[in-house]
Every structure is written in structure tokens, then in C-alpha cells.
């Protein structure tokens, strides 16, 4: 079988400089051949001549807001694609999707997990949230959708940040940890961000290094699972501390790190509570997770109740038990996904007649 073709999720809200750090990426020797999507919103199209002198394929979509359309035009153009690739009318090693300002990255994660097409060969290689420096703190308390990007990214971009004084960087800085403390922040200089640095995130390949997998999953090493916060216990389970919420967010963020093996009905009941009850409203869930009598951790990555398929970590090295989940809700208090996360440690009794 042969590896599924990454795809990369390019969004921020309106301005962020999603199109200029598309022209630069598109000229990353990581990236190889790609084939560009593209959504143009009402008269304030993207400059496609400008990204068709750069890639060899820009598919421009109908106009409107890519999420009102995912289940159609997006599907079509992937799958369409997919057949010029097969026929060798075109040739490219991975797919950047870039969308509307206005766009909710979940439908597009949803399409790749649950298309019957593009699901076996399209695999969501990482989210990436351009955000302006100079708006980004007005942009994120009066937008959602804003920081729902943000909250849903696996790397966040900083623009125009020659523009923004030391201040309004810091205070920008505090907000993104309050709704995504995990993500790495990378500071682009006209667009332009190191090589290599927003591709190979995604966590769904059984040879992933234990560095690698880490990483995905923004975690501290195995040997320092409290890496940088001092003063906690000792303890065999350990919660992510996390500072208040700005009163307008609505973005949560939990994790736990346990240092023994899950009990695999333990975990199948878990999962199964959480996503019943409130599965429409988690954004992302992810983690490495060690199960009783299996002999390799595995990576588990879902959007809402789609979970794309576990992938065995084959490389993960001898001792380390250490199980790591984070889960980014919206509209979920931290009580309750902290108290949902304390049951795999600590189970429900069973009811007495």
C-alpha cells in the first residue's frame, strides 16, 4: 500500500498574511511538488498569478467560504487531483489547502477522515493558523471562528510582528497560551518561515521517532514529563495547570500525562462517555496512549466523534509507559474535561443493586 499524500491545512483569519506565506512556502525545498487549493472570497480574491508563477497546479475554487462547501466542491477538486495524478497529467508529492478567513478548519478534517475517496490516499499532515500581530488580539475577541483556528493548529505563524511593538506581542503571546498552550509559535519575516518547519507534523506513520512523536504531540520528554513547571507532586497522574480564560473565549484546553498503562476497557469507556456526551463540541483530540498487554504505545488523533485510525509507534523506546492526551474543546468548561480525563486513573465504581 502505498503512504497516503499529506495534506496541509492553511488557515487565519482575514489579513493574517495567509497568501504571502503561501507564495513563501510553496519555495520551501521541503515541500517538493505541490498541488496548491485555493478559496476565493467574494471580490477579495487571493493574487493567483502571482501564486501560479510558483506552482504548478492551482486549483481556485468556487467563490464563497470553503466550509460552507467542504462536502462538495472540495471533495471534488481532491478527487479530481487524485485522478490527474493517477493518469500522470500531474505530478506532486503533497496538498496545501489554504482557506477563508472565515473558515472552521473541523469540516475539512472531517472530509479527509470520512470521504470514501479521499480518505485511503489523503492523510491531514498538520494545521497551520497564520495570525497578525498587530490585530491579532481585536481579531481574537470579536471572532470565533478566530479562535477556533487558532485553537486547532498544530504550528501558529506570526505575522507582521516589524509592525507591533514588544508589548502588544506579549500580550498577544499570553492570549495564545490561554487557548492553545501546545502549539509552537513560529515568527515569519515577510512571509518567510525556516525550512521545513510546517511540514511532516502529522503523527500517522508507524516509523514516527519518539522525538517526532513527542512533538506532535507538544509534549515534554518521557524523562521530564513536567519539563518547565515547577513546584508540582510527584504523582501518578498529572494534569496540564492552565490559567484563566479571557471571560470571552470559549476554547478550553485539558491534558493528562499517566505514568502506567491504560486499562483498555478503561480506556474504550472513556473515550466512548466523552464523545457521546459532548463529542459536537471538541475541536481536536490527540495523544499517545500505553494500553495494558500491548507491547507498543499507539497515536490516536479525532476531530468531534471522527477519529482518524490508531497508528502503532513501533519505534517507541524500551520503559517509557507514559501515557500523554490533550483534548481543545469549545464550550466545555476545563472541570468537566479535567474531571473526564481524571477517570482513566481513577475509575467510576460500579453501581451497587
Known sequence: MTNPIPVTLLTGFLGAGK??????????????????IVN????????????????????LMPAGCICCTIRGDLAKTMSRLLVRR???????DRVVIETTGLADPGPIHHTLLVDPVLAPDF????????????????????HAEAQAQVAMADRIVLTKRDLADDSTLQRLEQRLDRLNPGAKRIIASNGAVPAGVLFGLSAQR???????????????PASDPLAGLSGLPQAKTRFTPLSHHASDDRITTASVTLTRPIAPDLFDLWLDT????????ILRMKGIVHIQDLPTPFVFHGVQ??????????NWPEGDQTSRIVIIARDIPQQDLQQSLAM??????????
Open 344 to 353: 482513566l486513573e481513577h475509575p467510576p465504581e460500579p453501581a451497587t443493586s
Open 305 to 314: 466523534h471522527i477519529f482518524e485510525p490508531p497508528q502503532p509507534l513501533t
Open 86 to 92: 493517477a493518469v500522470g497529467e500531474l505530478r506532486f
Open 40 to 59: 476565493e472570497f467574494g471580490e477579495a480574491g487571493l493574487d493567483h498569478d502571482l501564486i501560479e508563477s510558483a506552482a504548478e497546479d492551482v486549483v
Open 19 to 36: 497568501t504571502t506565506l503561501l507564495n513563501r512556502l510553496l519555495h520551501d525545498p521541503a515541500a517538493g511538488r505541490v498541488a496548491v
Open 123 to 142: 492523510v491531514l499532515d498538520g494545521i497551520i493558523t497564520a495570525v497578525d500581530v498587530v490585530l491579532g488580539l481585536s481579531t481574537l475577541d470579536r
Open 274 to 281: 466523552l464523545i457521546a456526551l459532548r463529542g459536537q463540541d
Open 206 to 220: 508507524r516509523a514516527m521517532a519518539h522525538d517526532r512523536a513527542l512533538d506532535w504531540l507538544s509534549a515534554a
